[in-house]
């Protein structure tokens, strides 16, 4: 079992930044670098979007092209923390932003509560 709790999300103008934080913990005991962690979101009416994913091991990043270029994910391993670095945020951007952590990119078992991005035009 992983527990995940984001942090970060605020109300921004278009073209500000914010960093999301991921901070996990397993009462398993399994440690935070055996997990593929990714973001995703979900904006209201609909459903829930892919937004970037890092590796467990060799650290390669996936973005939604959507994202590409304005955001950048990355891991502390000695922290047990995902960030998500957003730039030049776009209304469209406007979501709850979810955590998730599996066993390897694309299957995901563990999911945090989200938190909220509004970004104003």
């Known amino acids: 079992q992983v527990q995940l709790v984001e942090s970060g999300g605020g109300l921004v103008q278009a073209g500000d930044s914010l960093r999301l934080s991921c901070a996990a913990s397993?009462?398993?005991?399994?440690?935070?670098?055996?997990?593929?962690m990714g973001w995703f979101r979900q904006a209201p009416g609909k459903e829930r979007e892919f937004v970037s994913a890092i590796s467990r091991t060799d650290g390669n990043t996936y973005y939604a092209d959507s994202v590409k270029g304005r955001f950048t994910i990355s891991r502390d391993n000695g922290k047990n923390t995902v960030y998500l670095q957003m730039n030049s945020l776009k209304p469209e951007d406007t979501a709850v932003y979810y955590c998730t952590a599996g066993s390897r990119i694309g299957a995901y078992d563990y999911w945090g509560q989200g938190t909220q991005v509004t970004v104003s035009s």
């Open positions: 397993a009462a398993s005991g399994r440690t935070f670098r055996t997990y593929a």
